[in-house]
Structures are given as structure tokens and as C-alpha cells.
Nanobody, 120 residues
Framework: QVQLVESGGGLVQAGESLRLSCAAS????????MGWYRQAPGKQREWVATIISGGRTNYADSVKDRFTISRDNAKNTVYLQMNRLKPEDTAVYYCYAAIKTTARVTLPTWGQGTQVTVSS
């Protein structure tokens, strides 16, 4: 069994920063893609950023140049540094990871979500 646990959400004012963390635990052999999605009230979940095991990153246009995704493979943890936050960034943020277990089965795994609220 594997799981992802997120932390770091909260309430900030526009222009401020937050850093989200997401740690994987359990019977982990390796982790390929890790990423972040978000879901605002009344909207569908949308992709935010992805980082592969080699470190290459991709970002949604709406967050490019403001958000930075990184990972610590030794800690099985992915981070999302969010700068110059805007009210439209308000959402529940979910981390995602493609985790290969010690049984060599790859499990798409989601975190429980963490609320980010940006006031104007």
C-alpha cells in the first residue's frame, strides 16, 4: 500500500507566496511522474505542473513563471513553490504520483488535497 500526504496550504493575500509539500510513503520501489492538480469550486480539476524522475518539468500556462515544481527523490517528496499568488489560484490542490511498488506494480496515487485560498 502507498499513500501521498500533502501539507502547506492556507490563506494568503494576493501577491504572497506559499509552498506545498507532498510526501509519498509505503511499499515504494520507485516513483516516475509527480505532479500537482487543482480544483476550484464549481470547476473541473485542472493540471498545474508535472516533474518526471529525471527532473524535467512542465507547467500550465496559467502558472508558468510564478510556480515552481521540484522533488527530493531521497525523501519521495514533491514540492510546489507558488509565488505572486492571485485570487484565481484559489482551489484545493492535489498531488499526484505514479508509484511503482515493491511488487513492481505501478499505482496512480492521489493525495487528499490541501486548500489554498488567496484573498484580494
Amino acid at each position: 500500500q502507498v499513500q501521498l500526504v500533502e501539507s502547506g496550504g492556507g490563506l494568503v493575500q494576493a501577491g504572497e507566496s506559499l509552498r506545498l509539500s507532498c510526501a509519498a510513503s509505503g511499499s515504494i520501489f520507485s516513483i516516475d511522474d509527480m505532479g500537482w492538480y487543482r480544483q476550484a469550486p464549481g470547476k473541473q480539476r485542472e493540471w498545474v505542473a508535472t516533474i518526471i524522475s529525471g527532473g524535467r518539468t512542465n507547467y500550465a500556462d496559467s502558472v508558468k513563471d510564478r510556480f515552481t515544481i521540484s522533488r527530493d527523490n531521497a525523501k519521495n517528496t514533491v514540492y510546489l513553490q507558488m509565488n505572486r499568488l492571485k485570487p484565481e489560484d484559489t482551489a484545493v490542490y492535489y498531488c499526484y504520483a505514479a508509484i511503482k511498488t515493491t511488487a513492481r506494480v505501478t499505482l496512480p496515487t492521489w493525495g487528499q488535497g490541501t486548500q489554498v485560498t488567496v484573498s484580494s
